[in-house]
């Protein structure tokens, strides 16, 4: 009971002290705990794959398309929806090659319209275990990726949106990978 009222008074501190009262700020209310995992492949500079076979796109960023020859939204490597995505998916994959071991966190939501897990992914250090870079910040700070927001109005992935924003606003002002190239 009093574990109960703890929670409940922590709700209503972390709502209350919310400005924007759109967005309720939920307390250890994600879908799932956290866990550790083994990097398979990957895909492009917002998505791999597990060992295992699951796949997990990387919550709150949106990295540029991979361009391939008959890609239905890039009609070159050039264009805007491709720009940069050869270079964001190199360095995710410098940054976790396969046989990297990475801890991911997850936020309201567990699956995407894709069925593809949502995860927010820590990299770690394989000697401690310790971890070393919170990957999704990292490639937004790099102007790998810019921030993903489409679900914030319905409450969605909100736990580092604040960071992720402020991470994408940095790279901006610093002219960083694709706001130098792209925009």
């Known amino acids: 009971m009093l574990k109960d009222m703890r929670q409940l008074l922590l709700f209503l501190l972390a709502f209350t002290a919310c400005g924007d009262r759109s967005i309720p700020i939920l307390v250890n209310n994600w879908c799932d705990t956290p866990r550790e995992e083994t990097v398979a492949e990957i895909i492009d500079g917002d998505t791999l794959v597990l060992e295992g076979g699951e796949t997990i796109r990387i919550l709150g960023i949106d990295a540029p398309e991979r361009y391939y020859s008959g890609h239905p939204d890039c009609a070159s490597a050039e264009s805007s929806t491709c720009c940069y995505g050869e270079e964001s998916s190199l360095a995710l994959l410098e940054i976790i090659p396969p046989g990297a071991r990475i801890r991911l966190e997850f936020d309201l939501e567990c699956k995407g319209i894709y069925d593809r897990t949502l995860a927010y992914l820590f990299l770690l250090n394989e000697d401690t275990g310790a971890e070393e870079i919170f990957l999704n910040a990292w490639l937004i700070e790099e102007g ?40």
């Open 144 to 183: 790998l990726a810019k921030v993903y927001n489409q679900d914030v109005g319905q409450a969605k992935d909100i736990r580092y949106l604040q960071r992720f924003q402020e991470a994408q606003t940095q790279a901006q002002s610093q002219q960083k990978g694709l706001w130098e190239l792209c925009f």
